[in-house]
């Protein structure tokens, strides 16, 4: 019904940077809600930023000052710009999306795409 497409993961040094991209395709009415997250070995997956369809944004306070998410509505894309990259921001980074699906116009979905992984190492 809906897939998300991660994308722009891969191997960088400290100080870094790097883009993740995340489209959204399928039966889509409206998106809400769109966020990254994080999941690193032996860790529970955790929010690292949001953006509302608003463009109202958080971010984990870990990630504060490094990192920008922002979308394309026209595209259903969100990305992720990351800098000044760390060892500890190594982890595999998932894209969700709350959506309004054509079939389901007044219930909204969660919907999560595969995965990429991003690893910050000298």
């Known amino acids: 019904q809906v897939q998300l497409v991660e994308s722009g993961g891969g191997l960088v040094q400290p100080g870094g940077s790097l883009t993740l991209s995340c489209a959204a395709s399928?039966?889509?009415?409206?998106?809400?809600?769109m966020s990254w997250h994080r999941q690193a070995p032996g860790k529970e997956r955790e929010l690292v930023a949001a953006?509302?369809?608003?463009?109202?944004?958080n971010y984990a306070d870990s990630v504060k000052g490094r990192f920008t998410i922002s979308r394309n509505n026209a595209k259903n894309t969100v990305y992720l710009q990351m800098n000044s990259l760390k060892p500890e921001d190594t982890a595999v980074y998932y894209c969700?999306?709350?959506?309004?699906?054509?079939?389901?116009?007044?219930?909204?979905?969660?919907?999560w795409g595969q995965g990429t992984q991003v690893t910050v190492s000298p």
């Open positions: 969700n999306a709350d959506v309004y699906t054509t079939q389901t116009p007044f219930m909204i979905g969660t919907y």
């Open positions: 399928g039966i889509i009415s409206r998106i809400s809600a």
């Open positions: 953006i509302k369809s608003g463009a109202n944004t």
